[in-house]
């Protein structure tokens, strides 16, 4: 996945939703992955400047997208 291809996916996200995506897809999206201060300073921006907040959620080996309501 692309981020241009996950954009895609979370204008589809409503208020009070989110879009997860695995760990090892973060990673392609924000290299190394969540285990890097600046991958999750990088996903934190991006996610920031589209109206979402980022959840990090190793409970389920999953990043949370959760568009702001």
């Given at each position: 996945?692309?981020?241009?291809?996950?954009?895609?996916?979370?204008?589809?996200?409503?208020?009070?939703?989110?879009?997860?995506i695995?760990?090892?897809?973060?990673?392609?999206?924000f290299?190394?992955?969540?285990?890097?201060?600046?991958?999750?300073?990088?996903?934190?921006?991006?996610?920031?400047?589209?109206?979402?907040?980022?959840?990090?959620?190793?409970?389920?080996?999953?990043?949370?997208?959760?568009?702001?309501?």
């Amino acid at each position: 996945m692309t981020r241009e291809e996950f954009e895609t996916t979370l204008r589809e996200v409503k208020p009070g939703q989110f879009a997860d995506i695995p760990y090892e897809t973060f990673a392609d999206l924000f290299p190394p992955g969540v285990e890097s201060d600046a991958s999750k300073e990088a996903a934190y921006h991006f996610a920031k400047a589209r109206g979402f907040v980022i959840e990090n959620r190793p409970d389920r080996n999953a990043v949370w997208f959760v568009r702001e309501a």
